[in-house]
């Protein structure tokens, strides 16, 4: 059974940065098709923020005007979201997902980042 557990959420001023971090229990991230995040402001639906293919793709939401940087350690089997410049507007729950099909998709639990001004 795969599992992702999160951490590094919680709360930072406007400006600051942070790393979330998603662990990969019971599979290699590295044969991942796709390792992505996800966040979900309250009352908002869940939106893409970034995203990372196997051969190494990246792709960011315009939204995040390129604050947001994925990318994957192999040797800790991790996937991390560095955010940049925290706006107000980044405050949500943020989700990692790895997907290798449609039978074998996975997501964590949700780590809360919380930017104030």
């Known amino acids: 059974q795969v599992q992702l557990v999160e951490s590094g959420g919680g709360l930072v001023q406007a400006g600051g940065s942070l790393t979330l971090s998603c662990a990969t229990v019971?599979?290699?991230?590295?044969?991942?098709?796709?390792v992505a995040w996800y966040r979900q402001a309250p009352g908002k639906q869940r939106e893409l923020v970034a995203s990372r293919t196997r051969d190494g793709t990246l792709n960011s939401a315009d939204s995040v005007n390129g604050r947001f940087t994925i990318s994957r350690d192999d040797a800790q089997n991790t996937a991390l979201l560095q955010i940049d410049s925290l706006k107000l507007e980044d405050t949500a729950v943020y989700y990692c997902r790895t997907f290798w099909s449609d039978e074998h998709d996975y997501w964590g639990q949700g780590t809360q980042v919380t930017v104030s001004s």
């Open positions: 019971g599979a290699r991230i590295f044969s991942a098709a796709l």
